[in-house]
């Protein structure tokens, strides 16, 4: 395990034979701009943390937050107050005193996943594919009934969970060996993801999308797992900042190189990249 620093505030931990990356600070940086907004906290029971972050436009985003600094709920409301929920799990038969027992793996309660449908209906290239059809894709149901609402850092740290959902590889969007970064010549690569999201968006703005980051096996394990991690962050910030996609709808995760695409231990381009996957159906009622 290993803690956190001021020059690398990322948490990474260890559930079973796998490591994981939380980076709270990187994520909340993405829609919190400290020269602007307001923030408020109010402490709730069981170590819990009420954030009420307030926009100069008057929206709010008020998310809470669980002792370990996992999102439980998360909404957005406007200055109508219209109320739209990002992040709705229900834990009323549950708590987070769970002692040393830092995660449970919620995909261990639920039997392998059978793919029922084509390949291609389960994972879409967003180069090889048009507008509508990556808007489509992302608006496809999971492959299978969702049996309850998971927490976003459930869904995060699930490798079952996340099975249910479609993923969208950004084929034609990858990062130089050791970087997060893309040229500004690759931005472009992020349109037709982008403008589905924006489409989606617009018929609910509770839609949560997960960045996933991916690394080649060139590297030591934690440099490639906080190497992913930033470059989820990377994606999700062109997206906002590029494309005005709202970056509390955006939320990142990095796995580092334990889902190589191509099965190389050699520094193989392919292997450097993010997905798109929609997991509100997992992570909210709806609105």
Known sequence: MQAPTPNNPSFIFQIGIHIYITNIERERDRYYDRDEDEVYYERLRNGRIRETIER????????????YGDVLKRTKVYPDNREFYIATWDDRDRDDDRGDSFFIDPGDEL????????VRDYILDAD??????????????????VRRIYSIDEVKRSARLRDSVRRLEVGNLTFDSGKATISRNQVGALSKVAKAMLALL??????????????DAVGSDL???????????TVARIL???YDVPPEN?????????????K???ADPRNRRVMVKRITPLVSYGN
């Open 250 to 262: 955006l939320v990142t995760q990095g796995y580092g190189e334990r889902y190589l695409k191509v």
């Open 223 to 233: 440099s490639n797992l906080e190497l992913s991690d930033q470059r989820a962050s």
């Open 111 to 118: 039997p392998p996943l059978r793919l029922n449908i084509p």
């Open 56 to 67: 100069p436009n008057g929206v709010k985003i008020i998310t809470v937050y669980n002792r």
């Open 202 to 215: 617009d018929r609910n703005p509770g839609e949560v999308f997960l960045i996933e980051g991916h690394t």
């Open 128 to 145: 090889t594919a048009d507008e509508e059809e990556v808007e489509f894709f992302l608006d496809q149901p999971p492959v299978e009934k």
């Open 264 to 266: 190389t231990e050699a």
């Open 240 to 242: 906002t900042e590029f």
